[in-house]
């Protein structure tokens, strides 16, 4: 198995041991005015242990994608050689809507491929975090799950079939640890590999539903792409998070993470802005 660890200032002072690992990504820039001020030293860290070098940036949606790009070049000016970059997306200090960090995200990726056009950017952005419009775009690309378990340092088994390219395990003694989940897709964003096409098609809406039939809802819960108008969604399969149920889905519908107990399959309704889950049914 491939083994990694993020670092930042927080890991400041902190004895790193290299053992065991194969890739570090360290934070450059957070926002449009922060610079990590120990990427140099972390970054050099990683090199003379012989371990894959990556970059990563903690994007702020409410400020200009524009100049948080340009901090993150300019933090990038004297660091060794990298493979492959992040955006960290996890930032609620301020509020922002699915469609402020969709459009953030989207127009930093724009800038990373023009700027770096052999390389390829993953996405660190939790499973329940604006995933209605987050998770497609990870999944279109390279997706970098936090999912801790009970945070015990151990790699545990990720539930609902769910397959990111590389899973944060843990941060258990203030280290963020890593694991490869799929080795192929790990090489196609390290640039070893070529890069699989777009996924994605024009007006395609991400639908996110669970099922509760007397299961926590971390182990029910699934990804689907719909087009915009009226239809009946395929059979998911275990590839594809996990569930194999149908869902109806009318005009216009999207789902954000939403937890509905009263029906074993559900799907939410954007209303007003909010969303919402069906109606219980009467008896």
Same mark, same amino acid.
């Given at each position: ?10 890991? @400041?002072?902190?004895?790193? /041991? ?48 524009? &100049? ?23 930032? =609620?200090?301020?509020?922002?809507? /699915? ?28 499973? %329940?975090?604006?995933?209605?419009? +987050? ?16 945070? /015990? =340092?151990?790699?545990?088994? $990720? ?12 941060? &258990? ?17 390290? =640039? ?14 991400? $639908?996110?539903? %669970? ?35 149908? $869902? @109806? +889905? ?22 007003? =802005? ?10």
């Amino acid at each position: 198995m491939i083994y990694g660890i993020d670092v930042s200032s927080n890991n @400041e002072g902190q004895v790193l /041991d290299a053992t065991g690992l194969s890739f570090a990504v360290v934070k450059v820039s957070e926002g449009d005015d922060y610079l990590n001020p120990d990427r140099f030293t972390e970054a050099e860290w990683a090199v003379s242990h012989g371990l894959t070098l990556a970059v990563y940036h903690w994007t702020k949606p409410w400020q200009s994608a524009a &100049a948080q790009f340009a901090n993150f070049v300019n933090g990038l000016k004297g660091m060794p050689s990298w493979e492959w970059w992040a955006q960290d997306e996890e930032d =609620g200090s301020q509020p922002a809507s /699915d469609q402020e960090w969709a459009q953030s995200v989207s127009a930093i990726l724009t800038l990373g491929r023009n700027e770096w056009p052999d390389k390829h950017m993953a996405s660190y952005v939790g499973q %329940f975090f604006h995933s209605a419009t +987050l998770l497609p775009i990870a999944l279109d690309n390279f997706w970098w799950d936090p999912d801790y378990g009970n945070d /015990d =340092g151990q790699v545990h088994p $990720i539930l609902n079939g769910r397959r990111p390219v590389i899973h944060q395990y843990s941060s &258990a003694n203030h280290l963020d640890r890593n694991v490869v989940v799929d080795e192929a897709a790990y090489a196609q964003l390290r =640039g070893v590999a070529p890069a699989p096409a777009p996924k994605r098609r024009s007006g395609v809406n991400a $639908i996110t539903f %669970f099922t509760i039939p007397d299961h926590p809802v971390e182990e029910a819960r699934a990804t689907v792409y719909a087009s915009d108008g009226p239809f009946k969604a395929h059979s998911l399969t275990p590839e594809e998070e996990g569930c194999w149920q149908f $869902i @109806e +889905l009318a005009h216009g519908a999207v789902s954000a993470d939403v937890q509905v107990g009263h029906l074993p399959w559900a799907v939410a309704q954007r209303i007003e =802005g909010v969303f919402q889950p069906p109606a219980a049914p009467t008896a």
